[in-house]
T-cell receptor, first 113, second 111 residues
Framework: SQTIHQWPATLVQPVGSPLSLECTVEGTSNPNLYWYRQAAGRGLQLLFYSVGIGQISSEVPQNLSASRPQDRQFILSSKKLLLSDSGFYLC????????????FGNGTRLTVT | RKEVEQDPGPFNVPEGATVAFNCTYSNSASQSFFWYRQDCRKEPKLLMSVYSSGNEDGRFTAQLNRASQYISLLIRDSKLSDSATYLCVVRSGGGADGLTFGKGTHLIIQP
């Protein structure tokens, strides 16, 4: 069966510090990978998605970036965090089929202070 | 018009009651539909896919109405553990970015 791992679970970082969140998927190959953010009391916002190694599409211009160095690894980064980057970050995967649902990792709760 | 709309609630329902809520979508070419459940401060979890003919999973029934462009979720014999936010997800495009989430309906089951 497929599993998705995301870490860390919680993170408190000062403004201006860098960020690196990592996500890995097991039990499948060539998944679509996604980073979402959910602000408190808000809906899910798609940040990045990737259909293959090195292929990243950005949905929202911001100070975040994503990379996919390996087939089942997806990394979310920032060089300098802003207060507005606080939120619940979720990694997800699905298969490249129209009826394939998303499966989410446990999420990272980021607080920028 | 928003792409995917849900009544945010909260729906306050007594334990054992039946509750139903809808989700409307604007793109008539939408292909796939899903219901997710999200507990407070947790990740969304797939509850069920929604098939054209409707489908049932235990106490949960999902329906699709293409003519009126909405999907519905019905919960029978509600349990306290059903308290959560229910997210509607619609796929409206063929690409990886074709999934659109509703903002969710908050359900509270009261003892």
């Amino acid at each position: 069966s497929q599993t998705i791992h995301q870490w860390p679970a919680t993170l408190v970082q000062p403004v201006g510090s860098p960020l690196s969140l990592e996500c890995t998927v097991e039990g499948t190959s060539n998944p679509n990978l996604y980073w979402y953010r959910q602000a408190a009391g808000r809906g899910l916002q798609l940040l990045f998605y990737s259909v293959g190694i090195g292929q990243i599409s950005s949905e929202v211009p911001q100070n975040l970036s994503a990379s996919r160095p390996q087939d089942r690894q997806f990394i979310l980064s920032s060089k300098k965090l802003l207060l507005s980057d606080s939120g619940f970050y979720l990694c997800a995967w699905n298969r490249d089929k129209y009826n394939s649902p998303l499966h989410f990792g446990n999420g990272t709760r980021l607080t920028v202070t | 018009r928003k792409e995917v709309e849900q009544d945010p609630g909260p729906f306050n329902v007594p334990e054992g009651a039946t509750v139903a809520f809808n989700c409307t979508y604007s793109n008539s070419a939408s292909q796939s539909f899903f219901w997710y459940r999200q507990d407070c401060r947790k990740e969304p979890k797939l509850l069920m896919s929604v098939y054209s003919s409707g489908n049932e999973d235990g106490r949960f029934t999902a329906q699709l109405n293409r003519a009126s462009q909405y999907i519905s979720l019905l919960i029978r014999d509600s349990k306290l553990s059903d308290s959560a936010t229910y997210l509607c997800v619609v796929r409206s495009g063929g690409g990886a970015d074709g999934l659109t989430f509703g903002k969710g309906t908050h359900l509270i089951i009261q003892p």
